[in-house]
Structure formats: structure tokens, C-alpha cells
């Protein structure tokens, strides 16, 4: 155990108590001056017997529940207190070792031990418990910033993952194109700077974005998707107003692209459908889009949508639902999660 308060912090206290206990006791004698070197015999004692509980015994045996040997060393540390603390007073101050008193006192007399020993273990309880009071509110406001630190590297690591496999998928589509001399080469590499754009300047280091500028990401992404097939409808229909509304950044990227990549084409037009709406505080948003029954399906499945999983349960722990189902021809993955509003 180490010194995990400011070093200034221990001598306010010891001020301050010093203080309030020459005025108490000073006050109830009506002698300032004996309470000044009382109070003064006591504290030089009071202060290492604290510290050393704090930062030997306790360390040494109650952490390691050696309770019998940290026992014994506090019986042995209140006895040299006491033999301390009754010849400094008997030789500094006053031959009669305990005036507060009804009768004089002499020295190793049991009721003398037994007010001397109780004193101090007042004194060390009360003491150790304002420093572990404290040093417990430090450690518990270290461990929520570093719990906070690792989420957001956390995030930032599944935020990252499925970014370089967004780009690898769209250079792979600016490859295909290439290959062909297609002359839409040019707007997809325009539309693949905006999206680049809004990941590595507009994004970065926030937790939440406005709804507006995912849609128009998104919106952007299907452009690339449609330069590159021709036999792609896709609809956007969103029934709310969401001006206000802030999501996680990157969240239905994922979801899109499994529209894509799992919707069927031959010679078959992909129809993609995207719904979104606000219900009482909850966003819902659903992906609808065709497939070929004739081919076995699967449930998208790979790295997009199962960080996107791993994000909603960091942001929202529970408080979120992504559920899909097949209908017919139709795959259906719809999110549900709580908004964010700016005001």
C-alpha cells in the first residue's frame, strides 16, 4: 500500500484535527496551555501509529489474512504507545499522568492502560477510515476511467475492422470495373473519396453522429453498388423526422452490404428495400431485400455483422434488438435502438 492521497491532504488533516481537539479539550479544562502539550505528546504518537498500521500491518497481514500476527503486532504497537505517551507526559508535563481524571493516576494502573489503549484505537479507526474512504472514491473513479479508456478502444478496434472491409470490398469493385475499361471508373473513385471523407475527417472520435449524414453515407455506397450492377433497385423510406436524431457512426454500413452481397441476381433484378422510422423514443431500421429461392440460403454470416453485434452490445448493453427472418423470397434484418437527440 502506498501513499494514494496527496501528501498536502494528510497534513490538512492532521491540522485540522489537532486543531479541534486543543480548542474541545482546552475548552472543557478551561487550560489552553495543557492541552496544547498534551495534544502535542499524542499527535507525535497518534500520526506513526496510524501509518503504521496503514502501511505495515495491514499490507503485511490483514491482506494476507494473517489476523492473529496482525493482532499481536497492534497489541505490541498500542504498548509502546502507551509507554511512550505516560513517560513523556509524566517527564514533560506533569507528574500526574492522567489530571482529566478524578484522582491522581500512576503509571501501568489498568483503568490508565484501558482509557490510553481505547484513545488510540479511536483515534487509528477513525483515521483509517477517512484515508481508505478516500483512497477506495480515487481507485473507483481510476478503474470507471480505465473501464471507460478500454471501451473505447474496444470500439474503436470493431470501428476499425469494419472499415478496411467496407474499402476492400468497393476497391474489389473498382478492380472488376477496371477490368473492363468501364468509363464509370471515375465516379465510383469520386464516390469512394466521399466515403473515405466522411470516415476519416467527419467520424472521428465521436460516439454518436447525426442520422442524416449515415443516410447520406449509405446513400452513397449504393451509388457505387449501382455503377457497378445494373439491375438494382433500391428504396429508402423514412417516415419520420430524424433532423435531431444521432446514431453510432458506421452502424448500417454492415447491414447494406449483406444486402448486396447475399441478394440474388440471376437475371434477376435485387430489390432492396430500407425503412426507417421513430416509435416512442426507439429507432427502428429494416433492410428488406430479395434472394434466389432456388439456390439453398444462408444466414449472412462474417466479420461486418458480427461487429456490428459486438458494438450494439458495448453501446447499448442489452437495450437493443437485431433480429432477421426469411419471408417468401425476402431476407428481413431489422434493428431496433434507442435514439439520441442533440437537445
Not at 428495400?273 to 416512442?280: F, G, L, Q
Not at 426469411?326 to 435502438?337: A, D, G, P, T
Request: charged share 20%; glycine share 4%.
Amino acid at each position: 500500500m502506498k501513499f494514494d492521497i496527496k501528501l498536502q491532504n494528510h497534513f490538512w488533516f492532521w491540522g485540522v484535527y489537532f486543531l479541534l481537539n486543543f480548542l474541545r479539550w482546552g475548552a472543557y479544562f478551561n487550560d489552553y496551555g495543557y492541552s496544547f502539550k498534551s495534544n502535542l505528546i499524542e499527535f507525535t504518537l497518534h500520526i506513526p501509529l496510524v501509518y503504521f498500521n496503514l502501511f505495515v500491518l495491514v499490507p503485511r497481514y490483514v491482506l494476507t489474512s494473517k489476523y492473529y500476527k496482525y493482532t499481536f503486532g497492534l497489541l505490541l504497537s498500542l504498548m509502546a504507545v502507551y509507554l511512550l505517551k505516560t513517560g513523556m507526559t509524566y517527564y514533560i508535563i506533569s507528574e500526574n499522568i492522567w489530571p482529566e481524571a478524578n484522582r491522581e493516576y500512576k503509571p501501568f494502573e489498568f483503568n490508565h492502560i484501558v482509557a490510553v489503549c481505547i484513545g488510540e484505537l479511536y483515534v487509528l479507526a477513525m483515521a483509517s477510515s477517512v484515508y481508505l474512504t478516500l483512497t477506495w472514491l480515487k481507485e473507483r473513479d481510476r478503474n470507471r476511467a480505465l473501464k471507460e479508456e478500454q471501451f473505447k478502444i474496444k470500439l474503436k478496434y470493431l470501428k476499425n475492422q469494419i472499415q478496411p472491409h467496407f474499402f476492400f470490398n468497393t476497391l474489389n469493385n473498382l478492380y472488376a470495373l477496371s477490368l473492363e475499361s468501364s468509363d464509370k471508373v471515375p465516379d465510383v473513385i469520386i464516390k469512394l473519396s466521399k466515403l473515405m471523407e466522411y470516415v476519416l475527417y467527419d467520424i472521428e472520435g465521436t460516439k454518436f453522429v447525426p442520422l442524416i449524414k449515415e443516410i447520406d453515407y449509405i446513400q452513397n455506397y449504393i451509388e457505387i453498388e449501382k455503377l457497378r450492377f445494373e439491375n438494382v433497385e433500391v428504396t429508402i423510406n423514412i417516415e419520420s423526422n430524424i433532423d435531431e436524431v444521432k446514431v453510432p457512426p458506421l452502424l448500417f454500413i454492415s447491414l447494406l452490404e449483406n444486402a448486396f452481397k447475399h441478394g440474388g441476381f440471376n437475371n434477376n433484378k435485387l430489390k432492396i428495400k430500407i425503412n426507417c422510422k421513430i416509435v416512442d423514443d426507439i429507432l427502428h431500421f429494416e433492410i428488406i431485400n430479395n434472394f434466389v429461392l432456388s439456390q439453398s440460403f444462408k444466414s449472412p454470416k462474417g466479420i461486418g455483422l458480427t461487429n456490428t453485434k459486438k458494438r450494439l452490445k458495448l453501446i447499448f448493453k442489452n437495450n437493443f434488438s437485431l433480429e432477421h427472418q426469411v419471408k417468401f423470397n425476402y431476407y428481413i434484418i431489422h434493428l431496433q435502438i434507442p435514439i439520441y437527440n442533440e437537445d
